[in-house]
């Protein structure tokens, strides 16, 4: 029986499981946020089992009410918690792994490995070996890789599951201007910039080596677009390309792919925007619905013509999934004025939002108490780095003193599996709310996690040790 999911209806929503409570604060499902903070301490990551779980369903649906036959294979590196990975298990989700300790993390939590795939472009001999052993579907992405699934196939005595990466034209997509993310120029560009996806001549000798080798079994081609646009006609050009490469492969060698994996990249709105500062998804933001709309359109338009048997659709949507689900929330330290500005030091850093200087991201923030208060002035939301360390620019808050905490929304993808250490700062705890239950499912790093991995040669230490003259003659040795 799957889990019943009743969204909420509070004051103000954020999401189905994300608002403002009838006490004015930031509430996740039945959970104050005031409380959860206190309790657990800051930063916090927090996630929303229901949001999540509610999020995959609609995902999910939108793309089986459009095509007969559709796998959801969540991108784990998005949020990669064992415990996510065991909700995504319940729901019937694959996964995408990218390296042999995603995969470990995703066996570990007894993801039926052949909802798997292996994703990579330098797959190391280990992550070979796991895949094979375990049987997940290998998407080759370099031209000596078969030959090493076949080396290892054979050493096992398996037959692996592969598929082929691709680079596709996306022509149409020549003149569009995306979001930066991989560089400057059109999406078409960035694209063809990446390191990612093997040529029509590469995948059809791939192919025809592979055809005739015991040691596999071709499964699925594959192709990622990643977040350069939000536009659903791009995506529906990729898809519809995918099924084109389909019938050249068919032309060229006989193989038609009984399944297209056409990656993730896909985004959500929220009405107070959220995604990258310069091209925010609000809601006018594409759907899930808006997506599989085009894309399935495309498909079958595309397999039609070509005379192809309808693929099996399979979709690693990472982003679109984790990030409603999760919310970070930072405690208020010092609040500075300056002649021009103020800023609002908190022990939320970039280290934990690092989408927020890396890719000029913007999650929207609320304070947790009074989240419904007028906004009465401008903020720079700072932490505590050594670098500028803005998480969030020019925010119209409520008044913002020491002790108070403030949320950042639509935080649960590429946070926690992306948060660095810089300045030895310690990795927050994540926790799991379900209804009114609060776990934690990610430990608060501690001191010894940071000093407990380096290693101090004794000839170091024999010399900062000794007393000062005997120090230079120990340098000098
Ligand atoms: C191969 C692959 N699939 C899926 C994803 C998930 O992307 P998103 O979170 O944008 O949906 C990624 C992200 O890097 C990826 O590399």
């Not at 594959?222 to 990729?238: E, G, K, Y």
Request: aromatic share 8%.
């Amino acid at each position: 029986m799957p889990v019943q999911l009743t969204p909420r209806k509070y004051k103000v929503n954020f999401g189905e499981f994300y608002g403002i409570g009838p006490n004015g604060n930031l509430w996740v499902e039945d959970c104050d946020t005031k409380e959860l903070a206190d309790r657990f301490g800051t930063p916090l990551f927090i996630i929303s089992e229901s949001q999540f779980r509610y999020t995959y369903r609609a995902f999910r649906d939108a793309f089986r009410a459009q095509y007969p036959d559709v796998e959801i294979l969540f991108a784990n590196k998005s949020s990669n918690g064992i415990a996510i990975r065991h909700i995504m298990n319940q729901e019937g989700a694959g996964g995408d792994c990218f390296g042999v300790n995603e995969m470990y993390l995703a066996l570990l939590a007894g993801t039926n490995p052949k909802t798997l795939v292996l994703n990579g472009s330098n797959k190391q001999t280990e992550e070979l070996e796991m895949a094979v052993q375990n049987g997940l579907c290998i998407n080759i992405d370099a031209m000596d890789e078969l030959d090493r699934i076949d080396a290892i196939a054979k050493r096992f005595g398996k037959v692996a599951d592969i598929g082929i990466r691709l680079k596709l034209d996306l022509d149409p997509l020549r003149d569009l201007k995306g979001v930066a993310m991989h560089g400057p120029g059109t999406l078409k560009q960035q694209s063809d910039s990446t390191k990612w996806g093997m040529s029509r001549e590469q995948t059809v000798d791939i192919v025809n080596r592979a055809r005739t080798m015991k040691t596999v079994k071709l499964k699925e081609t594959h192709f990622h677009l990643s977040r350069m646009s939000n536009d659903p006609t791009s995506f529906a050009v990729m898809a519809r390309e995918m099924i084109t490469w389909s019938g050249y492969l068919r032309d060229k060698t006989g193989w038609i792919p009984p399944t297209i994996d056409i990656g993730g990249g896909w985004t959500f709105g929220k009405w107070y925007g959220t995604g990258p500062r310069d091209q925010l998804d609000d809601d006018k933001a594409p759907k899930a619905t808006d997506y599989a709309r085009l894309c399935c359109e495309a498909i079958k338009d595309e397999a039609r013509k070509l005379g192809l048997p309808l693929p099996k659709l399979r979709l690693e949507p990472g982003r679109a999934l984790s990030g409603p689900a999760g919310i970070a929330i930072g405690q208020v330290g010092a609040v500075k004025v300056g002649d021009k500005k103020k800023w609002v030091n908190m022990d939320l850093s970039t280290n934990h939002l690092s989408w927020a200087a890396v890719l000029n991201w913007y999650y929207h923030s609320v304070p947790v108490v009074g989240a419904d208060r007028e906004p009465t002035e401008t903020v720079d939301l700072v932490g505590p780095l050594c670098n500028s360390d803005e998480v969030g620019q020019h925010r119209r808050m409520a008044k913002l003193e020491r002790g108070d905490y403030v949320a950042f929304l639509d935080a649960g993808g590429y946070t926690e599996s992306c948060a660095a250490r810089y300045n030895a700062q310690l990795l927050p705890a994540t926790v799991l709310v379900s209804g009114n239950r609060a776990e934690i499912i990610t430990e608060r790093e501690q001191l010894k996690d940071i000093a407990g991995r380096f290693r101090v040669p004794p000839r170091l230490l024999a010399g900062s040790f000794a007393p000062a003259d005997e120090q230079a003659a120990v340098a000098a040795e």
